[in-house]
């Protein structure tokens, strides 16, 4: 309420008052005058009493007397809280996915693909595409793209799997097919040369075959570190030698098929380290040490005077031969194939061994 309001209020209070209470009422015949003079000192004693000068005093400023103005406490104003502010909610996948231009696939051209996923990685965008619903008999049908400003965008194709860098940097670990997301899969740098990397593997659909290794650098510019060619080998990254950066183990499988079924065909096991500037490259001959168990057993496996689990003997001894030309051993693998093979076709069995191995791009001479 007003303070103007309340001090009326107030007053015609005092005034009620001072008519009823405070002024005993004339009797008849009173003098007029006398009754006035009555009223007039009861409006006055009620002025008084509510810190209000008496209308004589305002209009004789010598009968006035300074009265403190009456403090009225006013109640503590209470705030009254406000609605909570909602929180933005994230702009959905699908909203985002149909702003962008989806990618057309070189494999399944028909194909209508879906943004599934998405990260940043510095100046690079990946993106995680899977083909819509209904085509599930085509998996794995999903596409990586990576693009930047600046930089030519890489399309991948048949993504079967991605991989993270474990916690104490020591290897590779894979989530595969329907359990593929981005995130902390592009933040691991697998080479030690201080920027993250990408690494993938796609997969054909076959029996067996064929898988693929990929490795992306995201770095100032996008350089592919690694891409295997398909083949019956998949991969593993792991830190062989303490040093941070990790190696490629896979398999050569160049000899599949060549002298028996794909079951007894002989698959070397492979090593590739990461050189700056060139990527990967064959390292067998560095890890020798590796194959020890693996030519224990393949000499075990030519010895055997029965071949009778074996279609030929090409894929009895051939095993152990390529243990020793990988790790850089030429001359105990040639006298090897001497010692244990019988047939009388060594010398050409050996040239077609040669030939083989120099064409691959998973083997080098020390």
């Known amino acids: 309420m007003r303070w103007s309001s309340f001090a009326a209020v107030l007053l015609l209070d005092g005034l009620l008052l001072a008519c009823t209470v405070g002024t005993p009422m004339p009797k008849a015949g009173t003098d007029e005058n006398a009754v006035e003079t009555q009223v007039a000192e009861g409006v006055s004693a009620t002025l008084a009493a509510v810190g209000r000068p008496s209308p004589r005093a305002e209009s004789d400023p010598a009968l006035a007397e300074p009265t403190a103005t009456p403090t009225i406490p006013m109640p503590d104003p209470t705030p009254t809280p406000l609605p909570p502010v909602p929180t933005p909610v994230p702009v959905a996948t699908d909203t985002v996915a149909a702003s962008l231009e989806p990618p057309v696939s070189e494999v399944f051209p028909e194909t209508v693909y879906l943004l599934a996923d998405e990260a940043t990685v510095d100046a690079y965008t990946i993106r995680f595409w899977s083909s819509e619903p209904g085509d599930e008999f085509l998996l794995p049908n999903n596409i990586i793209t990576i693009s930047a400003e600046g930089q030519r965008p890489v399309q991948i194709e048949m993504v079967s799997a991605l991989g993270s860098l474990n916690q104490d940097g020591t290897r590779i670990e894979w989530r595969r097919f329907g359990d ?25 659909g076959g029996a067996h075959c064929c898988f693929s290794s990929i490795v992306y650098e ?14 019956n080998c998949g991969g593993d990254f792991e830190d062989l030698d303490g040093d941070g950066v990790l190696e490629f183990i896979t398999c050569d499988d160049i000899f599949a098929y060549a002298y028996c079924s794909f079951a007894g065909s002989p698959l070397a096991k492979v090593i590739l380290a990461y050189q700056p500037g060139q990527g990967y490259l064959p390292a067998s001959s560095r890890f020798a040490h590796l194959y020890a168990d693996d030519i224990i057993r393949h000499t075990e496996q030519a010895k055997e005077l029965s071949v009778e689990s074996y279609e030929s003997p090409e ?22 194939l001497d010692r244990l093979y019988t047939g009388p076709d060594v010398e050409a069995f050996r040239a077609e061994i040669e030939q083989a191995v120099t064409q691959s791009p998973l083997f080098a001479f020390p």
Do not use: F, H, M, N
């Open 180 to 204: 593929i997301t981005l995130g902390e899969l592009t933040t691991g740098d697998i080479t030690g040369d201080g920027y993250p990397d990408l690494v993938l593997e796609t997969y054909s």
């Open 218 to 231: 995201l770095g100032p510019s996008l350089d592919r570190a690694l891409q295997t060619r398909e083949g």
């Open 315 to 336: 894929c009895q001894v051939l095993p152990l031969v390529l243990d020793y030309l990988y790790t850089g051993q030429p001359e105990k693998a040639w006298s090897e």
